[in-house]
Nanobody
Framework: QVQLVESGGGSVQAGGSLKLSCVRSGYIYSTYYMAWFRQAPGKEREGVAAIYTRAGGTYYADSVKGRFTISRDNAKNTLYLQMNSLKPEDTAMYYC???????????????????WGQGTQVTVSS
């Protein structure tokens, strides 16, 4: 059973930075995808960024390109999301997700991932 635990959320002013972490425990295939999603009140959950643990390929939503960076430390079973130049519209609950195989062109869809964390809140004030 895979477990994902996020941390690092908080409240910041616009233009500020936060770094989210997600620690994975439990068995998963040696190579897999991990991602960050977010969900704002009244909106659908959307993919923010994803990474493939083997080759390190990364994928980003257009809304965060150039501002967010996804990375992972395989030795620590930890996924990160460095968020810079934060905007009020980045306010949401951020979730970590994992999956062994998926169609990478659909990485941004919630249904592409089967393992989820409980989320960490990010609030950006103007």
């Amino acid at each position: 059973q895979v477990q994902l635990v996020e941390s690092g959320g908080g409240s910041v002013q616009a233009g500020g930075s936060l770094k989210l972490s997600c620690v994975r425990s439990g068995y998963i295939y040696s190579t897999y995808y991990m991602a960050w999603f977010r969900q704002a009140p009244g909106k659908e959950r959307e993919g923010v960024a994803a990474i493939y643990t083997r080759a390190g390929g990364t994928y980003y939503a257009d809304s965060v390109k150039g501002r967010f960076t996804i990375s992972r430390d395989n030795a620590k079973n930890t996924l990160y999301l460095q968020m810079n130049s934060l905007k009020p519209e980045d306010t949401a609950m951020y979730y970590c997700a994992a999956e062994e195989t998926l169609c990478v062109e659909w990485w941004f869809l919630e249904e592409s991932f089967g393992y989820w964390g409980q989320g960490t809140q990010v609030t950006v004030s103007s």
